[in-house]
């Protein structure tokens, strides 16, 4: 293991981010964020949300972006009956690194008879990136989690691709606190050997996740398998403890996003009667 002394970012004495986010809403007429503490370079804006919304909540960085050696913790908490949306403000960017790996542990708590969403814009992984990130769910019998998770590698648009650095990415799931799902990402040295290998991602050029864990996951499954047949990507969505599970690689960053946020606006609508559409954020 490297002592963290050793990386490079250390030894030139480059500022490094350590921030958190710790927000919990709870329902006391309506949903109220009861509880926010924060330090640079994360904070949680609330705008004004449309007709039909729930609380929304934009997770903004304002450094724009994590380099080698930051580190970023997130915990969002759903109290009994509270409903909110949590999105972020624009893509989150993973800069290059000189050797240190930036780290983001996330921690979203769901209490009975609460519903979540956690639908932030995609994670854009820069070449030589190196991100360490723990994502881990809880979620209490009645509670229920939409999350989405999108990750492009590459700068594409400046012809970049995530061919050197690192990922390690690993998901828990909980429901009251019993393992449901677990699931672990790992990529490094030959990074474009890897994506571009049709036993792994077969050159996609991003990946994309959908979780919902609630009671009544089990009934979309066979519906969410037949729309993501429809899109333009390699997809599928399983069972797996309760946890509805779908994924998607595509040749083009827009296609994942658009058949993974047409799946999450579906569902929005089909189980809650919300509007069958992203948070405005999303358009911006």
């Not at 002592?3 to 709870?26: I, N």
């Not at 930051?70 to 999105?87: I, K, M, N």
């Not at 996330?106 to 639908?119: C, I, K, M, P």
């Not at 594409?156 to 606190?177: C, M, T, Y």
Request: proline residues 5%.
């Amino acid at each position: 293991m490297v002592d963290p002394q050793d990386y490079p970012e250390h030894r030139l004495g480059l500022q490094r981010d350590d921030g958190f986010l710790e927000v919990r809403f709870e329902r006391h007429d309506r949903t109220w964020p009861v509880h926010i503490e924060h330090r640079v370079p994360c904070r949680m804006d609330f705008p004004r949300q449309a007709p039909g919304e729930p609380l929304l909540g934009v997770f903004v960085t304002t450094s724009g972006g994590m380099a080698g050696g930051d580190v970023l913790r997130v915990s969002v908490e759903a109290g009994r009956g509270a409903a909110a949306t949590v999105t972020s403000q624009a893509a989150e960017k993973i800069y290059p690194s000189l050797g240190a790996p930036c780290r983001l542990s996330l921690d979203l708590r769901v209490e009975e008879g609460a519903a979540l969403e956690w639908l932030p814009q995609e994670t854009i992984l820069f070449n030589n990136a190196r991100l360490e990130r723990r994502v881990a769910l809880d979620v209490a019998p009645g509670g229920s989690l939409l999350a989405l998770d999108l990750v492009v590698f590459g700068r594409l648009a400046r012809g970049e691709r995530f061919a050197s650095g690192a990922l390690h990415d690993a998901w828990r799931v909980r429901r009251g606190g019993r393992l449901a799902w677990a699931d672990a990402l790992g990529l490094s040295g030959d990074i474009a050997a890897q994506v571009a290998d049709p036993a792994g991602f077969g050159g996609a050029t991003a990946a994309g996740l959908v979780l919902l864990v609630a009671d009544d996951a089990a009934a979309w499954v066979d519906e969410a398998r037949a729309r993501l047949a429809r899109g333009a990507c390699r997809a599928g969505a399983t069972l797996v403890g309760g946890v509805l599970v779908a994924r998607a690689l595509g040749a083009e960053p827009e296609h994942v996003r658009r058949d993974l946020t047409d799946l999450v606006a579906w569902l929005r609508a089909a189980r809650s009667g919300r509007p069958a559409r992203m948070p405005r954020f999303w358009s911006i």
